[in-house]
Structures are given as C-alpha cells and as structure tokens.
C-alpha cells in the first residue's frame, strides 16, 4: 500500500495476467446520507458516467470505450468504479 500526498491509499496486487484492472473506490455511499437524501450516492455513480463542465457524453464514453470493461456500484458504504484493460 502507498498513501498519496492528499492521503489517498493506494493499493495494487501483482498479477501474472495479461490484463490489469483498476478499480476506484470512495467512502461515499447510502450509509452516510442524510434521510432526505438517500440515494444521491448511487445517483452521483451515474452521473459520473454522463456529462460535464469538459466533457460531453460521446468524449467520455469513448475514453470508456478503450477499455474492455467499465461499471461501477454502490454499496452501503462505498461508491466503487472499476476499469479493466
């Protein structure tokens, strides 16, 4: 494990295989959300997938589209994004 600057860990896993993936993880999901607004964490997922301030959908969805596999989920206490090469 390393810890960035800004204090995010990071951890990798050695692997003999062809492929690499990476996946982002963040300590945002429905456990941490205000009565009021639950599901905003799930919301926020998809959100991330569409566009931007820099970005409009078709340019991110073909950044996406050089990898062979791309999702993300929540879960009750984190929001994960996995990218796979």
Do not use: C
């Amino acid at each position: 494990m390393q810890i960035l600057d800004n204090g995010i860990p990071i951890y990798y896993f050695p692997s003999n295989a062809e492929t690499i993936a990476i996946g982002i993880g963040i300590k945002i999901g429905s456990i941490y959300e205000e009565k009021d607004k639950r599901g905003i964490s799930h919301f926020v997922e998809h959100m991330t997938f569409k566009s931007n301030t820099k970005y409009n959908k078709n340019q991110i969805l073909d950044i996406l589209k050089t990898y062979s596999f791309y999702n993300g989920y929540t879960s009750l206490a984190h929001t994960i994004y996995v990218f796979d090469h």
